[in-house]
């Protein structure tokens, strides 16, 4: 049974031209997403891979309701998403935890806007605190949590409302590899129980292989579905310690980085040749943008 489904979308932006001798203030589109369709199953956990600039934070975006496509339409259970809602729940790079609020107090965000009385709240939280390992932290503040804790709380607060769908935007970017290693490993055992639809984007194929049912390889701008992978990998043999050396996962990775390579160097030309003079996306190198924020990068090149 299809859960999400993307029928050709096509996303622009206006942006600054700055370039060909036109005044700084005139404006230019720029094609983010162009013709995307996509089918993402009910119970699946699908991976969207891209190189930088590609457009997948921009078709998450629209999943999530956050923006709408200039044309198509994406669709849950054969409905027409117009805007967010608590079938969704959300997980992006930064943990955008409150910083007045303690890990419950977090993770209860959203049952508050259920209207969920106090004692119930309580009794969720503390189970999906549990279900990410942050037993004994209850209490403590965002500023009183490593980078791999605000994560988890971020984690337990999308579950908790119990949403049909959790969205991750390169959720595990920002943390060191010991960290990720760790909280891909407890994603999967989260889908494993709750048999979520999963829909997560990420620069690393080799995340992608660990995680994904299917991976989804995008173009470079304007992104596309350029061919859909499928992984044939178990969970179960996920979880083995050295799942990365098996032959099925070196041929998996081998696959999706020829398929992707091709579309990598047209990302990395296509930065080259920005008409911005002084431009911070990644040296215009194309490289991995994890660590930058929308607010520096030039609004020339501001499709993720």
Same mark, same amino acid.
């Given at each position: 049974m299809t859960k999400i489904e993307s029928v050709n979308v096509t996303k622009s932006y206006k942006i600054?031209?700055? &370039?060909?001798?036109?005044?700084?203030?005139?404006?230019?589109e720029l094609l983010a997403l162009d013709q995307v369709n996509l089918e993402i199953k009910k119970g699946e956990f699908l991976v969207i891979l891209?190189?930088? &600039?590609?457009?997948k934070s921009t078709f998450l975006?629209?999943?999530c309701g956050l923006s709408k496509p200039d044309q198509g339409t994406i669709l849950i259970?054969?409905?027409?998403?117009?805007?967010?809602?608590?079938?969704?729940?959300?997980?992006?790079?930064?943990?955008?935890?409150?910083?007045?609020?303690?890990?419950r107090k977090n993770v209860e965000f959203g049952l508050e806007a259920q209207n969920i009385d106090k004692h119930r709240r309580q009794e969720i939280s503390q189970e999906y605190?549990?279900?990410?390992?942050?037993?004994?932290?209850?209490?403590?503040?965002?500023?009183?949590?490593? &980078?791999?804790?605000?994560?988890?709380?971020?984690?337990?607060?999308?579950?908790?409302?119990?949403?049909?769908?959790?969205?991750?935007?390169?959720?595990?970017?920002?943390?060191?590899?010991?960290?990720?290693?760790?909280?891909?490993?407890?994603?999967?055992?989260?889908k494993a129980q709750t048999g979520k639809t999963i829909l997560f984007i990420t620069h690393s194929i080799d995340e992608a292989v660990f995680l994904a049912d299917r991976v989804a390889v995008m173009t470079?701008?304007? &992104?596309?579905?350029?061919?859909?992978?499928e992984v044939p990998i178990s969970r179960e043999e996920k979880l083995m310690d050295d799942v990365q050396s098996t032959p099925k996962f070196?041929?998996?990775?081998?696959?999706?980085?020829?398929t992707l390579k091709e579309e990598v160097d047209k990302a990395q030309e296509i930065c080259r040749s920005c008409p911005v003079e002084e431009c911070s996306f990644a040296e215009k190198a194309g490289g991995n943008l994890a660590g930058l924020t929308p607010e520096s990068i030039p609004q020339k090149v501001r499709v993720q």
């Open positions: 600054r031209d700055l &370039g060909n001798g036109k005044s700084p203030d005139a404006d230019t891209g190189p930088s &600039g590609c457009g975006d629209m999943v259970d054969g409905k027409a998403i117009d805007g967010p809602g608590l079938d969704r729940g959300i997980v992006f790079q930064q943990y955008a935890l409150f910083p007045w609020r303690t890990a605190l549990n279900m990410v390992g942050l037993q004994g932290f209850e209490n403590r503040y965002p500023y009183e949590l490593s &980078g791999g804790m605000k994560q988890r709380v971020a984690i337990a607060r999308a579950l908790a409302f119990n949403p049909e769908v959790l969205l991750m935007d390169e959720p595990f970017a920002a943390l060191d590899a010991q960290t990720r290693d760790i909280l891909q490993r407890t994603l999967l055992r989260i470079a701008r304007p &992104g596309t579905i350029k061919e859909i992978i070196i041929k998996t990775r081998y696959a999706l980085w020829e």
